[in-house]
């Protein structure tokens, strides 16, 4: 039988090698494989107007767009020009080559909830794992965070033990850093660093004595787990400091955690949200509301997007050339006005994919004079009349092909291999 | 190792032994515990189920909103504007001691003009709230605001008048005084009223939906199209009948049976009841639905 | 009973003290959610062959019931309440605590169930449920005044005798939308009570069905073969939950409460309600529960997810003859939880220690708090509430293995490996203090005055029984881990001029942040 212990100059050291990346990361690759393309979900929840920057649908009659807008091109995107929202703008011209607008994504429902459910996990049961939860349990053995929601939804359903939520309130550091389990007990000192150090050591060390004496191929499994586990503990704790973790809500602080969690690879699949469900939710004057809010979804967008290209990747060369990044809202809005200048729940909508894996320079999908999804060829991505319209299902479909899963998974939709590279 | 080999030696021959046989699974249950309504029970049906209708008044749930009102501050609820309606809202207590959670819509208008094409326009007045709240009062009084409660009226040049009442969800109201039954209760309530009077005189009501959570021989009863008019109103109504409605009308049994009232066109009152395997002539008037002062809901 | 059961395993008990009290520790880990006492384990050792008595009365401990509720909760999978699928905006006083306590409430039942020794058809025949404060604030109960915590109570709102199936919190846990018609929630009967997951089977969906096209779908339903498969068994079943359709989801009373007047909503889907192709006289969830009771699958059922969950893998086909024997033992015993659970600690699946057949598990967060607690006497309480019970907290989910919504665990995580740290950091100085100021009440230190520094022999018997304590594992006073917790404890003497307190509260904490704590 081995010594349980370590010296703990041989720990550190092999601590040390791990925290600097230079034991497990692999070699950079020109293209991130699927199964190594990190997800982040940037949602709009309350229900965003198409027409307000995605969808440009000025040429049709049934269909009211904002007065001062019109359509824009650059390639063979078209998308909604406003002089109040020059981040949309800049988005297509800076991003436009990398991204795809899937028009006419088709919620069967005019209610908030069952739409979300929808468009993230294909069903209205709720208890279905939603797509990003899908893509951070298949590789839920290489991230010490497999899915991290900063803000916005989220539906765990058996990968529950995957999904740690960040909120505001900053969990994740007060516990890497000690404070979040370290109130209650009055008077006691906290142990002294040198102290933990040294225990944290010899945790180690007992973790890889308990591996040698296993019983069994369960048990063993379950050592090597911890062992794992511990290793990945002392890596969060060595990056505890190097990550902005937020304190506010904000869409570019959401932004910015969701790059140094990419940067430091701790996580495969961020959630950011930008959620105003007073002003998506756009009953009343809803372009001037839908207009702010696009203005600022797309700045935070391109914050993300632009820290995304300057990051180094850790598979690919760039961290972008890796990312997938999904902007989404639940559903549309109504095709005409209301008498309140706002515009009511509408099943139907656009999704903007950006990044690793995907046809970017176009859309895909389209809609129907009175604003219905149009049919599309899944396997082109080009309009047809004996197609189908696309639905939440599908967009889930796509993304798992995207990371490497089966996309057989969701049984109720079928990939857009058209919008795939 | 030895003692390892000691528990699997035990335990691991599941093949041994005598082969288990499966008992067959049955589960019943006496039948005759189910007592069906009689029919005295079965013949005070119509009464009880009136009696709700015409105790349902809306008034009631704006009445506790207000009443409610003075034990609030600016602090809690916090006052804000959903779509240009005010929204009350928080999970906070009031310098009052008095609790708010949730949130609650309200919306009085009264005497506006509403200009439709083709008519010169109408007056309407109508109070709608809508929300998920509960009101915690230090004194014990207790209002619980869970749905939507809409109630109109409207009149034209010409003397018609209409009203419509909307009221779907659970509206309580507890306090150390009395307070309006229905609310004391703790229905539930999903309840859709169109009501009229003509210029010459008569009235209609139609009533849809149906109240739930009564305690007595009727526990619950729903209505489709539920109709009572004492001259024709529109193209498509049977002839008048004060005594006897038109429609549908079930209801739940404290036997947890579901009865069917039966309508038929003769106007004196007496329908059929079946359900639960019986079947009874019951005999009941009306008429007191239409007995109204000011609106339906105002007897 | 218990004769037979032995005859048909053909062995007898144990008679190994070290992997019986291995067994023991398993068990009582699953079923009390702590470790065994210092007694239990010193009787064990001496007195290995008394294993299968002593495994008998452990479903007779009060804690039973809740820890087995537990166990099983990856199959109720209501206890996530961290989701988007709960209501947003419950008008309570405690809307955290509210939403915890709502997905508690199917697993009170059948924690009820459990510990009242009552058949297990009561699942979905009871009339009653249990709440507490909490839920009888929001739901139609009838809560006894004064009372406190979680209670039997009955509905006052006339829903149907159906046990969980007549809970508020089941369907507010497992929602429907009107066009859905509660096809999941009948799926969510069939695969909780009957083990027959219709969502896990293959489904060859017609190319040319437009699913966005909701006639096409529901004449498909009815008429597609590729649809009919399921459908002619769930649609009917969903037929008997109209009563708890909820019109409007944001309003709390609205979910809460039971719509006997919904109940014939099925009328515009067409289908009647049912049970596998046997018409019903009615439509609400009392009539889907006697159906489900009559079915032989239920008991089946309940037998395979109870091993399931104590055995921590599905079973195969090899187990068949295994789950028979439980069945009879459960049907023999009254139908009860407690014989069913009698049955299959004896079962040689559950004991296996070694090689690819050993039931090794991950202590999951639950069980770690109320083990840790047994231990130190330390729980965390934070004046909001309690960090393991509901989700807002975060800790839960970081502690890395949640028995909330899925039968999978994940591997301890590196979340879960610093929620330890730091629970077992305070769990472990709280004791050592205890014991230092409390001797004759002692949890963990008891063969040594804390305060002093004892002599060599004391030092290594103390550690000896620390590890049969807290690990349930037999070292010797010579063995390397003892060596190295030895020149621990001294070395933290020495750094803190003599703090033994100190020094024992490092020794504690580090083996609750062994490995062979957790792995079990």
Not at chain 2, 122 to 137: C, I, K, P, V
Not at chain 2, 213 to 236: H, I, P, Q, Y
Not at chain 3, 470 to 476: F, G, T
Request: hydrophobic fraction near 45%.
């Amino acid at each position: 039988m081995a010594n349980p212990g370590m010296s703990r100059r041989a720990l550190l050291g092999s601590l040390a090698a791990v925290a600097a990346g230079g034991v497990l990361r692999p070699a950079r690759a020109a293209v991130a494989s699927p199964a190594d393309r990190k997800f982040v979900f940037v949602w709009a929840y309350g229900g965003w107007d198409p027409t307000v920057a995605l969808a440009p649908l000025h040429a049709a009659p049934a269909v009211a767009c904002q007065p001062g807008s019109e359509p824009a091109t650059s390639g063979d995107h078209a998308w909604t020009h406003h002089p109040d929202r020059p981040a949309v703008d800049a988005f297509f011209a800076r991003y436009g080559a990398q991204a795809a607008v899937l028009h006419g994504i088709t919620m069967a429902s005019v209610g908030h909830d069952t739409c979300l459910k929808l468009a993230y996990t294909g069903d209205t049961t709720g208890t279905s794992p939603d797509w990003g939860v899908r893509l951070a349990a298949a590789a839920a053995d290489r991230y010490a965070l497999p899915q991290v929601v900063a803000r916005g939804p989220q539906f765990p359903g058996q990968h529950g033990a995957l999904v740690t939520r960040i909120g505001t309130s900053g969990r994740v550091e007060s516990l890497l850093r000690g404070a979040l389990l370290a109130s209650g007990l009055d008077g006691v000192p906290v142990p002294s660093r040198g102290t933990q150090s040294a225990l944290d050591a010899l945790v180690a060390s007992r973790s890889a004595f308990r591996r040698e004496g296993a019983r069994g191929a369960r048990q063993a499994a379950l050592f090597d787990a911890h062992a794992s586990s511990v290793a990945g503990a002392h890596r969060l704790e060595e990056v505890v400091g190097d990550v902005r973790w937020g304190e506010d809500s904000a869409l570019s602080t959401q932004v910015d955690l969701a790059l140094d969690l990419i940067r430091l690879d701790l996580s495969r699949c961020v959630t950011l949200a930008y959620e105003r469900l007073e002003t998506w939710d756009s009953h009343a004057d809803n372009f001037r509301k839908q207009g702010e809010n696009q203005q600022a979804l797309f700045q935070g967008l391109l914050r993300l997007l632009d820290g995304l290209a300057a990051l180094p990747g850790h598979r690919a060369a760039r961290a972008l050339d890796e990312t997938v990044v999904v902007v989404a809202s639940e559903m549309g809005r109504t095709p005409q006005l209301n008498g309140g200048e706002g515009k009511d729940h509408w099943g139907v909508t656009s999704v903007l994919l950006i990044g690793a894996g995907v046809r970017g320079g176009r859309s895909f999908g389209g809609y129907t004079p009175h604003m219905y999804g149009a049919t599309l060829d899944f396997a082109t991505g080009e309009p047809d009349a004996e197609g189908r319209t696309p639905v939440g299902a599908d967009l889930g479909a796509t993304l798992l092909s995207l990371g490497g899963l089966d996309p057989g998974e969701v049984r109720t939709g079928r990939p857009i291999s058209g919008m795939l590279v | 190792m030895l003692s390892v080999l000691a528990v699997l030696a035990c335990h691991a021959a599941p093949d041994a032994g005598p082969e288990p046989v499966a008992t067959p699974w049955h589960y019943e249950e006496d039948p005759s515990a189910v007592v069906p309504l009689s029919g005295t029970e079965l013949a005070g049906a119509p009464d009880a189920i009136m009696a709700t209708l015409t105790g349902i008044d809306p008034h009631d749930v704006y009445d506790a909103w207000t009443e409610i009102g003075d034990a609030f501050d600016a602090e809690c609820p916090v006052r804000g504007d959903h779509n240009g309606q005010p929204l009350f809202e928080g999970d906070c207590t009031a310098a009052s001691g008095a609790a708010f959670y949730g949130y609650q819509l309200v919306n009085r208008i009264f005497g506006f003009w509403v200009e439709f094409p083709g008519i010169d326009g109408f007056q309407h007045e109508y109070s709608w709230m809508t929300g998920n709240s509960r009101a915690e009062l230090a004194d014990g009084r207790v209002v619980t605001f869970g749905g939507d409660a809409l109630w109109s009226s409207r009149q034209d040049g010409d003397g018609y008048e209409a009203r419509t009442l909307y009221l779907y969800g659970n509206f309580a109201w507890e306090r150390p005084t009395e307070a309006p039954a229905w609310m004391d209760a703790r229905l539930e309530v999903e309840l859709h009223l169109e009501a009229a009077d003509l210029p010459d005189g008569t009235r209609a009501v139609a009533w849809n939906g149906g109240v739930t959570g009564l305690s007595g021989v009727v526990t619950a009863f729903r209505m489709e199209d539920l109709a009572l008019r004492d001259a024709r109103v529109d193209d498509v109504v049977s002839p008048a009948c004060t005594l006897e409605p038109t429609g549908a009308l079930s209801f739940l049994g404290r036997d947890g049976r579901w009865y069917a009232v039966v309508f038929d066109e003769i106007c004196d009152g007496c329908t059929r009841v079946t359900g639960a395997g019986v079947e009874q002539t019951v005999c009941a008037d009306w008429s007191p639905v239409l007995g109204w002062g000011d609106s339906p809901w105002e007897r | 009973m218990g004769a037979l059961i032995a005859a048909l395993w053909g062995c007898a008990a144990a008679d190994a003290g070290p992997d019986a009290l291995t067994v023991f520790a398993r068990a009582s880990l699953d079923l009390r959610g702590v470790r065994p006492s210092a007694d239990e384990a010193a009787s064990l050792l001496s007195d290995p062959a008394s294993l299968d008595a002593r495994l008998d009365t452990l479903p007779d401990d009060p804690r039973f019931g809740w820890n087995l509720a537990l166990q099983l909760a990856p199959v109720w999978q209501t206890r996530a309440d961290e989701s988007d699928a709960f209501n947003r905006l419950a008008a309570v006083e405690n809307r955290a605590s509210f939403l915890a306590s709502i997905g508690e409430e199917p697993l009170r039942l059948v924690a009820w169930i459990a510990d009242h020794d009552l058949p297990w058809t009561e699942v979905v025949r009871a009339d009653w449920t249990v709440v507490d404060p909490t839920l009888a604030d929001a739901w139609p109960v009838d809560y006894p005044t004064g009372a406190t915590g979680w209670q039997q109570v009955p509905y006052v709102d006339g829903r149907p005798a159906a046990g969980v199936l007549a809970t508020s919190g089941l369907w507010w846990r497992y929602t429907s939308t009107y066009g859905n018609a509660n096809r999941g929630r009948a799926n969510a009967v069939s695969r909780i009570l009957l083990c027959n997951d219709y969502l896990e089977r293959p489904v060859p969906f017609d190319p040319a069905l437009d699913l966005t096209d909701e006639a096409a779908v529901g004449e498909a339903v009815q008429s597609n073969p590729s649809c009919v498969a399921c459908h002619a068994a769930v649609d009917p079943m969903g037929a008997h939950l109209w009563g708890f359709y909820a019109e409007f989801t944001d309003v709390t009373g609205e979910v809460a409460r039971y719509h006997p007047e919904r109940e014939d909503h099925w009328r515009a889907f067409g289908t009647p309600p049912g049970y596998f192709g046997v018409p019903a006289d009615m439509a609400n969830p009392g009539a889907l529960g006697l159906s489900v009771a009559q079915d032989p699958r239920f008991i089946q059922c309940a037998v395979r997810r109870t091993w399931g969950a104590l055995v921590q893998r599905e079973p195969q086909a090899s187990d068949a003859r295994a789950l028979l024997v439980h069945r009879e033992a459960m049907l023999a015993g009254g139908v009860t939880l407690r014989a069913l659970v009698r049955s299959v600690l004896r079962d040689p699946a559950y004991r296996a220690l070694d090689g690819d057949a050993g039931a090794w598990r991950l202590m999951a967060a639950d069980t770690w708090a109320s083990a840790v607690e047994d231990l130190t006497g330390w729980r965390f309480a934070v004046a909001e509430g309690d960090v393991m019970r509901e989700d807002r907290f975060g800790v839960r989910s970081l502690a890395g293995y949640v028995r909330s919504s899925g039968i999978v665990p994940r591997g301890p995580s590196p979340t879960q490996v610093e929620v330890h740290e730091r629970w077992a950091q305070q769990a472990a100085r709280h004791a050592a203090r205890h014991d230092a100021d409390a001797p004759e009440d002692a949890f963990l230190l008891r063969d040594v005055p804390v305060a002093e520094e004892p002599d060599e022999d004391a030092l290594r018997s103390q550690i000896v029984a620390l590890h049969l304590r807290v690990l349930s594992q037999v070292v010797a006073p010579d063995a390397p881990e003892v060596d190295e917790e030895l020149q621990l404890w001294r070395a933290i003497v020495a750094r803190t001029a003599g703090d033994t307190v100190e020094a024992w509260a490092v020794l504690i904490e580090y083996l609750l942040r062994d490995p062979a704590f957790v792995v079990y």
